[in-house]
Each structure stands twice: as C-alpha cells, then as structure tokens.
C-alpha cells in the first residue's frame, strides 16, 4: 500500500469532527509511525537491519490505526492537557506508541546468543 493510499484511508477516517489535515502533516505521522513499527519489532534482536526500510504489508492497518490514534488524541497547540466546562483531557503521544506497541509482535531470536 502506498503513502498516497494510507493518507486517503487515513483522510476517510478522520472526516467527521477534524478539521482539514495537510498531506505533510498526515507524511509526517506515517513516518514518525513507521519508525516506531520497525523500531519495536526489531528492538529485540539489536535494531533494524539497514535492508528493511518499509514496514511489512501486515501492519499497513496498525500503522493507519497508529497515526488516526496519535492525530486524534494530540493537544491544541502541543498542550498535554486541557479542562474545560467540567470535561478534562489528557493528550499524550504515547496514545500512537501504545498502540503500536499492542498491535505489533517484535522478531525474537531462539538459540544462542553471540
């Protein structure tokens, strides 16, 4: 699935109560989002081989899930938290990071260690 394909999935998803999202900004989550996949699943086994640049077609969904995830639960103007009429929201990143997380089983070795 390309960028393109994810940013429209991603557009569709978020078109009722967002507002307009930039294609750069949507990039940029499925970057920082792609990252974190690769990153947790190697994490175990001492980092991303430099061959493996894109993430497996398998978390293409968990990757879209990650940045409506992280899009979704992100402050006005980067605040963490915001309280108002009674309502109080906590905002975090690591909304996007735990789903990740949940979702994405890291590569382990079995055998001996070197």
Not at 3 to 10: G, L, R, Y
Not at 37 to 65: A, F, R
Request: with cysteine; hydrophobic share 40%.
């Amino acid at each position: 699935m390309t960028n393109e394909q994810k940013i429209e999935i991603i557009n569709t998803l978020l078109e009722d109560g967002c507002e307009a999202i930039t294609t750069e900004k949507l990039e940029t989550y499925l970057a920082v989002a792609a990252d974190e996949i690769l990153s947790w699943m190697y994490h175990l086994v001492g980092g991303v081989p430099d061959d493996v640049t894109e993430v497996p077609e398998k978390y293409n969904t968990t990757q879209i899930y990650a940045v409506v995830a992280g899009y979704t639960h992100a402050g006005a103007e980067g605040e963490s938290r915001h309280n108002e009429n009674g309502i109080d929201r906590t905002f975090m990143y690591s909304d996007m990071l735990d789903y990740i997380h949940n979702h994405v089983l890291p590569i382990v070795r079995v055998g001996a260690v070197r």
